[in-house]
Each structure stands twice: as C-alpha cells, then as structure tokens.
C-alpha cells in the first residue's frame, strides 16, 4: 500500500487535469498513488487519462455529476494510502512538495494535523507568494481565514486546497459537508480545525501553485451569484464563526461578489445591516464596506492602470512590516 494518496478531482478538463497529474508522477517522494474522480460523463477527460503510462493512477468515474464535496469525500474513501494530499485539476505541486510535507509529518505528535505548504498564486503575469501569515495561539480559525486582510489588499490567508496533506483517517472521519458546491475548503477547516495553533503545520515554503484565471471557471469557486449562498453558509452555520469573522466575510467576499454582479446598492447597505445583525459593527468593517462598495468601483472607473494594485502592494507590504 501507498504511504500517500494524491486525490484529484476533475470534470471537463483534459488537458489542465493532464498537467496536475504529471506534477505528481514526477514527485521527488515516490511512495504514492494517484487517484482522480471524474466526477460525471466525460469522455474527453477518459481519453486524454488514458496517455498516462504509470501504474500509480487509478481512475473512479462517476456515472452522474455529484458535486466537488461529494466527488473528495469519495475519493477519500476509495484512496489506499495512509495520507492524503489534496490537488485541484487546474493546480500543479513542485517537485520536492510531499517529500518536504512527509519530512514534516514525521515530527508531528498528533493525528488530527493538516501539513500544508506555501505556494504561488499566479493570475496571468502576476505572481504571489501566500498565505503570508500564520496563526498566532489561540486565535480562533474563522479569524485567521477571513479577517486578516491589509487595508487596500486582499485577504492574506487563504489556504489553498492543493496544499493540504492530512491523514486519511482524520480527512475520512471529518468528511467534505456533502452536497455543498460553495466554501467546501473553509467549510471543511472549520469544522475540523480546533486549534489552528497545534492542528496547522506549515511549510515556510512555496510548493505549489495555484492558478487563477477569469477566462475559465474553476469546479469550484465564488461566482457571481454565489454571495446568496455565502451569506446563506454563514447564517445558517453562524456557530462556527466569531462575530468578526461573519461580518467581514459579508463585506469583503460578499459585497465584493454583488458589486462584480452589479446588483444594487439595495443590497450593499443589506449586507452591511447583516453586520449588525449577525457580527458586529467596527470601524475596520465600516471601512472594508466603503472599500469594497464605492472606493474601489471608482478608482476602477477613474484611476490610471495599476494604480489599485499598486496601492495595495504598498499598503500590504506596511502591513506586514507591522506584523514582523
């Protein structure tokens, strides 16, 4: 039997699924297994996996579409190693990546760690290192995911799912919520991470990478209308988040989907009364508002190329001078 397991999942994707694939079989540790689900009909993709000449990759196929959630947790329960590392079909791993988290894993006491690794976040010509910060003790995990954002940046903390490595017991005692389509990742951590402090081991480098790119859409992500669900996610599981941490998920990765969306300041100021509502009220919340419904649309509209992001690499770049 393996000692890992790397599980990816896949729906119409051939070839970027073909480039994930080979950034496992040329890992430097060589004690693995690749299992992909195709999660649905999908011929294109069978065709295009069967060019693959190594005996490691097994393939499930789904007869009917079943969702990312439901497509993990079976390839989870199908995988034979002891540990599993998670890949999207449109990401890729550097070569030294499980064998740098392995090395990791044999220092860890406890079973219930996910190992992760940093990694660069590439969207188009740019290119950045991430997450840029880690969890201090005792900060609760909702904060550390969606509250540690400079003031004119973006959320510094996003723990990329193509690099997870866990064991296969506790990723199959803590299962994906089946049938979720939106905030999977976060969801999952939520639910099976206590204590950021002791239950998140990093590697300080960058091992993997994760593509972004807006002429394509990922199996799963945040689309334009997925705000309703995001804020449907954090009312109906509001237990699992501080009241700060509710209320910036709701003007940052809300608000931002519903003024990509263009659906109305109607719905701006609903978001905010949400705040009150079901988080709370602060300056740092009043001002991620403003941000993210009227200053950014304007310097879109107004300001000269660049400038938003060259605002935010300044501010960012203080923010972590602060931090250090």
């Given at each position: 039997m393996p000692t ?5 999942c896949?729906l119409?994707?051939p070839t970027l699924?073909?480039?994930?694939i080979n950034?496992v079989?040329?890992?430097?540790y060589?004690d693995?297994?690749?299992v ?12 295009s ?10 393939i499930?196929e789904?007869?009917v ?15 034979h190693?002891e540990?599993?590392?998670m890949?999207?079909?449109?990401d890729e791993?550097l ?5 740098k988290?392995m090395?990791m ?5 406890r079973d219930d760690?996910?190992v992760l ?7 188009g ?9 880690f969890?201090r003790?005792g ?7 969606f ?8 959320r510094?903390t996003?723990?990329q ?8 017991k ?7 919520t ?7 990742d ?5 639910h099976?991470i ?5 239950q ?5 480098e960058p091992?993997?990478?994760?593509h ?23 009312v109906e599981?509001r237990?699992?988040f ?5 209320s910036?998920i ?5 608000l931002?989907?519903?003024?990509e969306?263009?659906?109305g ?8 009364g949400?705040c009150?509502?079901?988080?709370v009220l602060?300056?740092?919340v009043l001002?991620?508002?403003l941000?993210?419904?009227?200053l950014?649309p304007?310097?879109?509209r ?8 060259k605002?935010?690499e300044?501010c960012r ?7 250090e």
């Open positions: 890992v397991s790397a599980v990816i896949t119409d994707r699924v073909l480039r994930a950034s079989c040329v890992q430097t060589r693995i297994d690749i992909v689900v195709i999660d649905g009909h999908d011929p294109a993709t069978r065709e996996l069967a060019s693959v000449n190594d005996p490691r990759l097994r499930i789904n007869p579409n079943v969702g990312i959630s439901n497509a993990r947790n079976i390839g989870i329960r199908e995988a190693g540990w599993i590392a890949l999207d079909d449109d791993w070569p030294e990546k499980l064998e988290q090395a894993a044999a220092t860890l006491k760690v996910v690794t940093l990694y660069y976040h590439r969207h010509a740019r290119e950045m290192i991430q997450p840029r910060r969890p003790p900060q609760p995990i909702s904060d550390y995911l509250c540690e954002h400079p003031l004119l940046g973006s510094e996003f723990l799912t193509s690099t997870w490595l866990a064991r296969r506790f990723m199959v005692d803590h299962p994906f089946p049938n979720m389509r939106f905030n999977e976060p969801d999952w951590l939520l099976a206590k204590d950021t402090h002791e998140l081991a990093f590697v300080r091992l993997a990478i994760f972004t790119d807006q002429s394509r859409a990922r199996l799963s992500v945040n689309r334009k209308s997925g705000w309703m669900e995001t804020r449907r996610w954090i599981s237990e699992m501080t009241p700060r941490a509710r910036y709701l003007v940052t990765i809300c931002r989907s519903c003024v969306s263009d659906t300041i109607r719905e701006y100021f609903s978001l905010l949400d009150g509502k079901y988080g602060t300056p740092a001002w991620f508002f941000r993210t419904a009227f950014f304007a310097l879109k107004w300001a000269p190329k660049g400038l938003i992001t605002l935010a300044w770049s203080g923010w972590a001078a602060s931090r």
